[in-house]
């Protein structure tokens, strides 16, 4: 496993994925930005990026750094991946072209307008639900009656898949992203219930058990035109539900969080809702990064930060550290600031494998956020909030709010 | 929002300074009438990601824009290749890059765009008519790479007038030459066959080639042939990069777009951010509505129907049809 080349570039030894930087993984990415461009990790023996340039330039770089071999830590060259690939995370052009290129149209902002008004009538129904106790003050966990109650009721209708076994799509989420990292405790819980997970994901791919109208039927509809094989059909519809759930649920969740801990930014956004909730939930996503690392491996030794990456070898990305790089953010790029131009961060990743559903997710967070601002005031935590834990996802398991009704 | 840094204390610049614009850095003589132009960046960047059947917009220093269809290697990230045919009526356009393109001299660039995009199949029938061997060309190496079943049947006038017959020797019996002045008409029922399912029909070249593939495939599913119609006109509407002005419709605020600015830059300098993202017409986060005004649309998402709906456009490329102005919902 050892090469020589890796040496060049200074080596950190902390565990990346050991529960206390999962719980916070601020100081080491503090760390490894400090260390140099390119960071060698001991505990994997690998080569890792933490600065915007050099995660940027990774990110885009299809050619040099390939996703078919796992974007995970496992080289699926080598190792045997847990569940069929995905068409689209793990797969390289030509064969990414066509899956993506249907999906993308599918879940584009042009397409998503039908989606618009309904999902703003949903939002404001869930938030009148959630309020209906309170006439002033009213305690909640956001987490599970807002950030994950949101997308469960808009997006398994939007993709048409039945209303039963709806409760699997977070725990297949979960395991799905902790298995990109190592066969930690978290990977090991998750391996009880995988299979069946995976099972049940499966089974709502099928055509016969998608509604006529939704995502996963227009996927269908794809290959009947021929634009995707039969066979490939099946596999996009997974990675709807594979990656469209829990990244939305933690990016809402982070929103929540970061505009019950600023009250400024919550009176800021309160002004001009509809203006700012696009810019309050990007920003959210770059201060947070719900989805915080993910790897490539080289196709051909690679300069990069003036080191080189050996063929054939994974470099771990850290995208929240990225997001957080006061070379591209500024001495405040720790600080969750609405007044700030989030774009062009990569909590959505960037280049050919840039999140397909992000238009979605945005959406989510617009009706939302839009739907609490009409109701609420201001809004402070109410309890400390607590961490969950996964290999790639930075998310609240618990987030204690206290709702000040307008 | 407040804030109205400067656009390059963010970084940005450094990110994409040259989104929209391309540097001349080869002209070769590819066959009789035809020109081969490398582009690229002009600060050495990855140039926007395409598959095989995209194409871009080229808007020349004589304000002419045409489009014409990538051909290179998309796994060289930082160049592409077209090729030009001289057309016999052409006054811009074509006769511009066959007798005052220089190396080294700029040119704007838009998309690509794809609408002949190559779709997964175990076995492909390519017909190229003359110059639309172009968009076959990456498709062919597409499908090796993949190693499915493929042939290509290639027609032009003479065989001097077809261009890239030493690239496509490489490929031995699955490619057939046929000029017009040695072999005649292109025997099309014959190189098609019977309809099969596992295989798709790619065709590319002038109307009465096309027009005869549609013929000949009328027994095929329509879902198995592929076609691009050579388009061989100067589009009109196509704008070099001129400023003109824009009214942001929530303040009532005009502003001019300079000429080596985006929307987006301009816009953010007049203290509006609109989020976006990949700044290269590709990921679709600037999407922003225009109210009044037609764009010049250089983004590589909207395809002719959204085009011809008129209702939105991407700030971080597109920009107004010259001597027009736009009003956005911003």
């Not at chain 1, 930005?33 to 690998?46: C, F, Q």
């Not at chain 1, 469209?244 to 505009?259: E, I, Q, R």
């Not at chain 2, 065709?203 to 592929?226: E, I, K, N, Q, Y």
């Not at chain 2, 037609?294 to 011809?308: A, G, K, N, V």
């Amino acid at each position: 496993m050892s090469a020589p080349t890796l040496g060049y570039a200074p080596t950190i030894d902390v565990d990346p994925f050991c529960d206390e930087v999962l719980a916070d993984p601020i100081p080491l990415q503090r760390q490894l930005r400090a260390a140099g461009p390119v960071v060698h990790l001991g505990s994997y023996d690998i080569l890792a990026f933490a600065r915007y340039e050099q995660v940027r330039a990774a990110l885009v770089d299809w050619q040099g750094f390939q996703s078919a071999a796992g974007v995970g830590l496992a080289n699926f060259r080598t190792e045997q991946p847990w569940r069929p690939p995905s068409l689209l995370l793990e797969a390289d052009p030509p064969h990414h072209d066509a899956p993506r290129r249907v999906l993308q149209k599918i879940l584009s902002p042009r397409a998503l307008r039908t989606l618009r008004d309904d999902w703003f009538a949903d939002a404001e129904a869930l938030v009148e639900k959630v309020l209906a106790d309170g006439t002033h003050i009213v305690e909640i966990d956001a987490v599970t009656e807002l950030a994950e109650a949101f997308p469960l009721r808009v997006f398994p209708d939007a993709v048409g898949i039945p209303q039963q076994g709806r409760e699997n799509l977070l725990p297949y989420g979960d395991h799905l992203f902790n298995s990109f990292g190592p066969r930690n405790h978290l990977v090991e819980a998750g391996e009880s219930r995988a299979g069946e997970l995976q099972e049940w994901t499966s089974a709502q791919c099928r055509r016969d058990v998608l509604a006529p109208d939704g995502f996963g039927a227009e996927i269908w509809a794809a290959a009947d035109r021929g634009d995707i094989l039969f066979d490939q059909a099946p596999l996009i519809v997974r990675s709807l539900l594979s990656a469209g759930v829990d990244t939305t649920v933690h990016g809402l969740s982070a929103v929540l969080h970061a505009l019950a801990t600023h009250p400024e930014q919550w009176s800021r956004f309160r002004e001009a809702p509809a203006a700012a909730a696009r810019v309050a939930f990007d920003e959210a996503v770059r201060w947070e990064s719900p989805v915080q690392v993910f790897f490539r491996t080289a196709t051909r030794d690679i300069e990069i930060g003036g080191r080189t990456v050996p063929e054939g070898h994974k470099i771990l990305m850290f995208l929240g550290a990225a997001n957080r790089d006061d070379r591209r953010w500024g001495a405040d790029a720790d600080r969750f600031d609405l007044g700030r131009d989030p774009s062009g961060h990569v909590g959505f990743g960037m280049g050919i494998h840039q999140c397909v559903g992000q238009h979605v997710a945005r959406l989510e967070a617009e009706a939302l956020l839009t739907a609490l601002a009409r109701r609420v005031e201001h809004l402070e935590p109410a309890a400390p909030p607590r961490r969950h834990l996964n290999n790639t996802l930075r998310s609240w398991d618990s987030l204690p709010l206290r709702l000040h009704l307008a | 929002m407040s804030n109205v840094a400067p656009i390059h204390q963010r970084g940005h610049v450094a990110e994409q300074a040259s989104a929209g614009t391309a540097r001349v850095t080869e002209i070769r003589r590819e066959a009789d009438g035809v020109m081969g132009l490398v582009l690229t960046d002009p600060v050495g960047d990855r140039l926007p990601d395409w598959a095989p059947g995209a194409h871009i917009d080229l808007v020349l220093p004589d304000g002419t824009t045409r489009q014409y269809s990538l051909c290179g290697d998309r796994w060289d990230a930082h160049s592409y290749r077209v090729a030009v045919l001289r057309e016999p009526s052409s006054r811009g356009g074509s006769a511009f890059v066959h007798d005052s393109l220089r190396e080294g001299d700029l040119v704007g660039i838009g998309g690509p765009r794809n609408n002949f995009a190559l779709v997964p199949a175990a076995r492909y029938l390519f017909v190229a008519g003359g110059i639309g061997i172009t968009p076959l060309l990456p498709m062919i190496a597409q499908a090796e790479l993949l190693g499915a079943d493929w042939n290509l049947l290639y027609g032009g006038r003479t065989r001097t007038s077809m261009a890239f017959l030493d690239e496509l020797g490489r490929y031995g019996e699955r490619v057939r030459v046929e000029p017009q002045d040695e072999s005649g008409l292109l025997d099309l029922p014959a190189f098609l066959g019977e309809p099969r399912e596992d295989t798709r029909i790619y065709a590319c070249g002038p109307a009465p080639l096309l027009d005869a593939l549609a013929t000949a495939a009328a027994c095929w599913p329509s879902s198995s042939v592929r076609t691009e119609r050579f388009v061989a006109r100067d589009r009109s509407d196509g704008g070099s990069d001129t400023s003109f002005e824009l009214t942001l419709a929530r303040s009532g605020r005009t502003i001019v777009v300079g000429r080596s600015e985006t929307v987006l830059e301009a816009v953010a300098a007049a203290g509006v951010d609109v989020l976006s993202s990949c700044r290269q017409g590709t990921c679709g986060t600037c999407e922003t509505t225009v109210l009044v005004g037609r764009p010049d649309h250089r983004d590589s998402i909207l395809d002719d129907d959204d085009r011809q709906a008129g209702d939105c456009m991407f700030p971080c490329v597109s920009r107004a049809v010259p001597g027009d102005r736009l009003v956005l919902d911003l």
